[in-house]
């Protein structure tokens, strides 16, 4: 199946430093999603990124599905920024989702 | 509600013993998802209705484990005679599957956390 793997594992970051996160597929897909979750466990929807780059707040992404990669920035990043940061490709299709072993980001003060 | 709800949030077993999770997804979602979260893990997928039927279910990790989705909507994770390596947070996710075209995200509930003693 489809393996996923996520870089860097952890990062430590200043309030109101900027980050990428990379997420490398071993496959082609038809959609990815990223998630952010919090410390209390919810997985809260970021994007949903087939291709192309979308932005949202302090936050885009991109995804070249040719290149087998999708990047997820974070700018001015703040305290509640921190958590996992997941990225999940379907294995195939739109069938369920392959989950990375995430990013632990820990934002301080 | 406005999105996936998961009960019991918490629960506590002895080893051997039955339990039901139950999951309650966006209304109108036809697609229904159960993961499994181990610490320090990603989510890793059990089993996926597409209406009330099982499309996959090729995750479930042995026989003790069985879903159910009677009506197309609430689904339940059954587990029988629950071991300590079953102990995991189980998420449940739910997506608006439309075949005619590629999308399908999905969205998450706050999962239940089963502790089997």
């Known amino acids: 199946g489809i393996q996923v793997e996520q870089s860097p594992p952890d990062l430590i970051l200043q309030e109101g430093a900027n980050s990428t996160l990379r997420c490398n597929f071993s496959?082609?897909?038809?959609?990815l999603q990223w998630f952010h979750q919090n410390p209390w466990g919810q997985l809260i929807n970021l994007f949903y990124?087939?291709?192309g780059t979308k932005q949202n707040g302090r936050l885009s992404a991109t995804t070249v599905a040719t290149e087998r990669y999708s990047l997820l920035y974070i700018s001015s990043s703040q305290t509640t920024d921190s958590g996992v940061y997941f990225c999940?490709?379907?294995?195939?299709?739109?069938?369920?989702?392959?989950f990375g072993k995430g990013t632990r980001l820990s934002v301080i003060a | 509600g406005a999105g996936v709800s998961q009960t019991p949030s918490n629960k506590v077993t002895e080893k051997g013993k039955y339990v039901e999770l139950r999951c309650d997804p966006i209304?109108?979602?036809?697609?229904l998802y159960w993961y499994r979260q181990s610490l320090g893990q990603g989510p890793e997928f059990l089993i996926y209705?597409?209406?009330?039927?099982?499309?996959?279910d090729s995750g479930l990790p042995n026989d003790r484990f069985f879903a159910v989705r009677p009506e197309g909507s609430v689904s339940t994770l059954k587990i029988q005679r629950t071991e300590r390596g079953d102990s995991a947070v189980y998420l449940c996710?739910?997506?608006?599957?439309?075949?005619?075209?590629?999308?399908?995200?999905?969205?998450f509930g706050p999962g239940t956390r089963l502790t089997v003693l």
């Open positions: 999940a490709p379907p294995e195939w299709g739109n069938t369920p989702l392959v």
């Open positions: 209304s109108g979602h036809t697609a």
């Open positions: 209705f597409q209406g009330t039927g099982a499309a996959d």
């Open positions: 990124i087939p291709s």
């Open positions: 996710a739910s997506s608006l599957m439309v075949r005619s075209s590629d999308y399908n995200e999905q969205f």
């Open positions: 496959d082609s897909v038809n959609n």
